[in-house]
Structure formats: C-alpha cells, structure tokens
C-alpha cells in the first residue's frame, strides 16, 4: 500500500516511526533553551569583558546550526548597533580583527574544526574572547587557558536544534554591554511565543489546521525561493533554506529584499517558473515557489518590493506564499517565524519518506578532510 504525503503526517504511528531521532521533540525544547540560555549567562562570570567596555567590534565565529547565531545576534542588534556586528563562518578571522574586538566563538559541540583555529586566533592576537558549547570540549579548554569565559551548553540533539541555547547568550552579552535594549520581558515573551508556536505546530495536530504541515505540503515538489523583507527576515530566510537541506534533504533559494529584487527575480523568467498563469503550458517539473517572510518592521519602499514581487510572481504562474511574524521586539518576531520554519522543514522531510536525523553527506565530507 501506497502512504501519501499527507497520511504520513496526520497518522501518529507513522509520524513516530519516521522520525527516530525525536527532531519534533528537539523543536520543540526551543522555549525551554531560551530560559536555560539567559540563566546560564546570567551566572557566568562576566566582570572583565563588561569592565573593559564596548568593544570596536564583536566577531562571532561559528559554523553551521552553530554560526547561524551569529547572524541572528547581527540582526537582533540591527542597524542601530553602536558597533558592528560580524558573523564569520571560516577558520581565519579578518584581517583587521585584534586586541579592541570581542570574538565570541559558538560550537555546539565545542568540536567544530573551523570554530577552533578561529578562537585561537582570537587569543593569540589578544581579542576579548568568549567562549559558547559543549562542556568539557576542546573550545572549553581554549577558554580555559586564556582565562576567558564559558558559556556551556546543553545540546538538544542536534546543533541545527539548538539555536536558541546557542544565541541568546549572545544577546544577553551584547545587552550587558549596553548594544541594544531589549523590554524586561524580552526573552520571556520570545519563550512563550515558541510555545505558541509549538502548540499550533505539535504532532497530533491535523495538516488542515496544522501551519507547519501545512507549509511543508505546500513546498513539497516545489522550489522555494525564501525571500525575507527585512535583515531580521533575511536571517529567516537564511535558516529556513539551511534547515530545508538539513531536515527534508531539500534545495532552496534564501534571499533578502531588495536585494533579491536586483538578481533572483530574474529566476521567475526562466526554466524554472510555469509561464504566465492562464497559459496551459504544463510547466517545468519542479516549479518555483516564491516564499516571503514579512517583518512588521519591513521599510515602506520594501513592502511595496514584496507586493509587487508577489503580482509578479503570480502572473508568470509561481505560487506564492506569505508568511508573517508576530510580535514587537526583535527576539519575539524572529522566534514567530524560525519555530514555524523548523517544524515545518523536519515535517517536509518526513513526507517525502525522508529521516530528517541524520546528515549524512556531512559526515562523510568530515571523514574525508579529517
């Protein structure tokens, strides 16, 4: 007997059976990693960086599930930041980073090769250092020996499930260093927005009032074209195309307006787009989608990009969806639409037939360099 897409999500057995590393279940640990992340911030000992001052910069060095933290402190920060805000993914660190700058290294394992030579680099040309992963690891003991502080953190699982745990420590440090202001509330809202989200999300609920499933049978045998409407969204963007290769093994296109507007459009005349809606032609085999995460906090001139964007899209025949966060502060929108974009993913991968656990292809790249 032939299980549907649709079946295999609304069926509980099923849904079970085809995820046996409990990704639904680490999704949804998000709200429970935001209050873990500030107490275990709060109690580490922080004196000397804060003593110190702002820092020129702050250069967060991560890669993967773990460096996307540093894109989202970059876009919680925003454009006001007193300084700038840098999200390396490499092993060097910039040329001009040294002894004014703060270089906050993120592994979740506190392992990852790149993470490590950057945050040696970081103590040899005596930056600031902060260290945030896995306790006991190799970046514990780099900190270790340059007598700077160590945020541990407990994985969810996997690294790509613990963003939360992995960012709000930066952004509890940055908030300490007087970079943003953030309500009181802030992390307790972005918490109970994840569980709101959780809730609406959760296995047992059916795909037809399911906005994860739902979502993910919508981008089944699709193309998405992710674009966000703000830096905030940007990173949205950026994680809900990351998190589409990790958890359904699945391309995707992740852009930001209105940037996106200057090259990606282009993409909606080519191979890819059906042709004009109303035209007959059968189309491409695997269609674009165009996916706009809106920020209530878009620039006037980009909400007019992203409905133009969308008419376009519409009268080449590429399906639009449209997804909106919610919230007021920065933590609060992000969390509207990452919780949305995780569950979303791991649902799609589990509709093709798809393990989202395992990474495969990553591991047999690491076993090939190593």
Known sequence: MTVDAQERLDNG???EEADPAGMLRQVASSAAQVRTAVRATEETDLGEILAVGRP???VVTGMGGSGVAGDVLAAVCGPGCPVQVVAGHDY?????????????????SGGTEETLEAAAAAVRRGCRLIGVGGEGSPLAA???QARAPFIGVRSAGMPRSTLW??????????????????PADAYESAAAELERVSHLCRPDSEAFVNPAKSLALELSGTLPMIWGTSPLAGVAA?????????NAKYPAVAGVLPEANHNQVVAFDGPFAPGPSGSGASGPAVPLRLVLLRDSREHPQVARRREESARLAAGRGILVTELAATGDSPLER?????????????????AQGIDPGPVAAIAELKARIA
């Open 13 to 15: 057995a099923l849904l």
């Open 56 to 58: 020129r910069a702050i």
């Open 92 to 108: 060097q660190l910039p040329a001009w980073v040294g002894a004014a700058d703060l270089v906050i290294a993120v592994s979740c």
């Open 142 to 144: 780099i900190a270790q």
């Open 165 to 182: 745990g992995l960012s709000v420590p930066l952004v509890v440090i940055a908030s300490r260093l007087g970079l943003l202001e953030l």
């Open 238 to 246: 950026y994680r809900f195309a990351c998190q589409l290769n990790e």
């Open 334 to 350: 992000l969390a509207s639409l990452v919780q949305l974009i995780d569950y979303a993913t791991v649902y799609l991968g589990i």
